[in-house]
């Protein structure tokens, strides 16, 4: 007689279960948005969390790297002060959001809204078997905001998005849709305001509309011992620009997953990452892009600083449709290791159906160059000085491409703050 034994569960996959079952009664939701919640949760309980025998997870073994789960919503903190000064801000804490009010041709939403109503299912589609964001963060999120942005309108200040965590756990959904012609700066950010561990859901959903001119930064800056799961997903309209900038400075353990599809022809992305990585942190960026149609154009560039015993992971994934003619695609993913017991994987792929393409990817692992170094300290600058220096100047040529003073200027303070503490 063959049997097969059931896999254990483990204490993490038993604390989302029971965060789940401790909070089903104030989930909003009508029956439907219930029975979806549900049938996330038993897939969790019936696959567990994935190992690195899970493809798209082969450099981040979540089922052993995470070890607990807080059971509490944490501290009710308010908004912290914007990344940008003068940014109008939209904040969502301990996964509650503040109330809102519309602004000429911008509609806010609270999420909570469109689960109490049902309206919500339409949006909480996962990935496939792999998507384990989608799945923990549409059983548990309870509230985030619904942004529509009319067509032509032109935001004057950047709006921030923030999701403030004081400890406990946190989840939350912004779905956003930008008109046609429409252009603006936003700022998803992610802050914790406490020293108590925390593990945190987010997912942004971009609609941006034909013709549209975006920026849209993600600044992750949780705690140290914070577990932060992230993920956006990206249609792109016809001759639509979307600037998409990823920082990541935080957290113990990180995924934050980027999902495009270029739908629209003619439209370009231009994506650009800094991942800061100290301490025993663990940080995951995997990307999927894919041209569906002639015509358009992407970049994507990673700068990775690894300090200490950090790990890190990039994966990017370009698919090229056979329809998809004339598509430009490069990427690049470049790393400093300054540490012997840092590490870091990077996994470029291209996946190219069409025969008229420009594709290429690459990726580099360097150590600080000795003879900069040397340049520096014979002009009277002392080591720890010179390598911060080196190492601004590896990050700052990406974020100088934003071409927004301010927002470089608030994007290097932070990094700059990060450096002077783990360089």
């Known amino acids: 007689m063959n049997m097969q034994s059931k896999r254990p569960i483990t204490a993490a996959e038993q604390g989302l279960v029971d965060s789940f079952v401790n909070r089903l009664g104030s989930l909003p939701g009508d029956q439907t948005i219930t029975e979806i919640r549900d049938g996330y949760i038993e897939d969790i309980k019936r696959d567990g969390l994935p190992t690195r025998r899970i493809e798209a997870w082969h450099y981040t073994d979540l089922r052993s790297l995470l070890k607990t789960v807080p059971q509490d919503t944490g501290d009710t903190a308010g908004p912290v002060e914007p990344l940008v000064a003068g940014s109008n801000v939209l904040a969502v804490a301990a996964g509650q959001a503040d109330d809102a009010v519309a602004a000429d041709g911008i509609q806010i939403s609270q999420y909570r809204d469109a689960l109490s109503d049902g309206?919500?299912?339409?949006?909480?589609?996962?990935?496939?078997?792999?998507?384990?964001?989608?799945?923990?963060?549409?059983?548990?999120?309870?509230?985030?905001?619904?942004?529509?942005?009319?067509?032509?309108?032109?935001?004057?200040?950047?709006?921030?998005?923030?999701?403030?965590?004081?400890?406990?756990?946190?989840?939350?959904?912004?779905?956003?849709?930008?008109?046609?012609?429409?252009?603006?700066?936003?700022?998803?950010?992610?802050?914790?305001?406490?020293?108590?561990?925390?593990?945190?859901?987010?997912?942004?959903?971009?609609?941006?509309?034909?013709?549209?001119?975006?920026?849209?930064?993600?600044?992750?800056?949780?705690?140290?011992?914070?577990?932060?799961?992230?993920?956006?997903?990206?249609?792109?309209?016809?001759?639509?620009?979307?600037?998409?900038?990823?920082?990541?400075?935080?957290?113990?353990?990180?995924?934050?997953?980027?999902?495009?599809?270029?739908?629209?022809?003619?439209?370009?992305?231009?994506?650009r990452g800094v991942n800061l990585l100290g301490g025993q942190s663990h940080t995951d960026v995997t990307m999927t892009l894919d041209h569906l149609v002639p015509n358009c154009v992407s970049t994507e560039t990673f700068r990775n600083v690894v300090f200490d015993r950090a790990r890190g992971v990039f994966q990017g994934q370009i698919r090229v449709a056979q329809i998809a003619q004339k598509t430009d695609a490069q990427m690049a993913c470049n790393t400093l290791l300054l540490s012997d017991d840092g590490e870091f994987s990077s996994k470029p792929e291209l996946e190219i159906f069409a025969d008229d393409v420009q594709c290429a990817h690459g990726a580099t692992v360097a150590d600080i160059d000795e003879n900069h170094l040397f340049y520096l300290k014979s002009r009277g600058i002392g080591d720890k000085k010179a390598r911060a220096m080196l190492v601004n100047a590896f990050i700052a040529e990406i974020v100088e491409e934003l071409e927004d003073e301010a927002l470089i200027e608030a994007l290097e303070a932070r990094f700059e703050e990060w450096l002077d503490h783990h360089g």
């Open 119 to 271: 309206s919500a299912r339409s949006r909480m589609a996962v990935h496939g078997a792999d998507d384990v964001i989608g799945r923990l963060n549409g059983a548990l999120t309870r509230d985030g905001f619904a942004l529509d942005i009319a067509d032509g309108v032109s935001l004057e200040k950047p709006l921030e998005i923030q999701m403030v965590q004081g400890g406990g756990q946190g989840h939350a959904r912004f779905p956003v849709t930008i008109g046609a012609g429409a252009k603006g700066t936003f700022v998803e950010r992610h802050v914790s305001v406490s020293d108590d561990s925390a593990l945190v859901s987010s997912i942004t959903d971009l609609k941006v509309g034909d013709n549209a001119e975006i920026v849209w930064v993600i600044a992750q800056e949780r705690g140290l011992q914070d577990t932060h799961f992230g993920q956006i997903n990206i249609e792109l309209g016809a001759g639509a620009t979307l600037t998409l900038f990823v920082a990541n400075s935080g957290g113990e353990l990180v995924r934050q997953e980027i999902h495009i599809r270029a739908r629209g022809e003619g439209s370009e992305l231009i994506l």
